[in-house]
């Protein structure tokens, strides 16, 4: 649920979005077809927990402790390998 509100909160921002779709390689007429797969999830938190600032205004918009969206990426495809140290 996180990441699909992550996706939600990138997506209302034109500069965020196009961010995200160059980092991604998703291409913008298959974000919406594939936007339930654990990969594209996996890739928008893997996206969003590159900048403590979008991590804190993502948060703060949604309610949300500042580790939240590190612990959905754990439990996605590929976050058990994440280490940030």
Do not use: K, N
């Not at 649920?1 to 979005?17: E, F, G, K, P, Y």
């Not at 797969?37 to 927990?49: K, R, T, Y």
């Not at 205004?57 to 058990?80: E, I, K, N, Q």
């Amino acid at each position: 649920m996180i990441a699909l509100q992550a996706l939600a909160w990138i997506v209302s921002d034109d500069d965020r979005l196009a961010a995200f779709m160059a980092e991604s390689g998703v291409a913008p007429g298959s974000l919406r077809d594939q936007a339930d797969a654990p990969e594209v999830l996996g890739a928008v938190l893997d996206h969003l927990l590159r900048d403590d600032q979008a991590v804190i205004a993502f948060c703060d918009a949604h309610g949300l402790p500042y580790s939240a969206a590190m612990a959905a990426r754990a439990v996605l495809p590929g976050g058990d390998a994440l280490h940030w140290t």
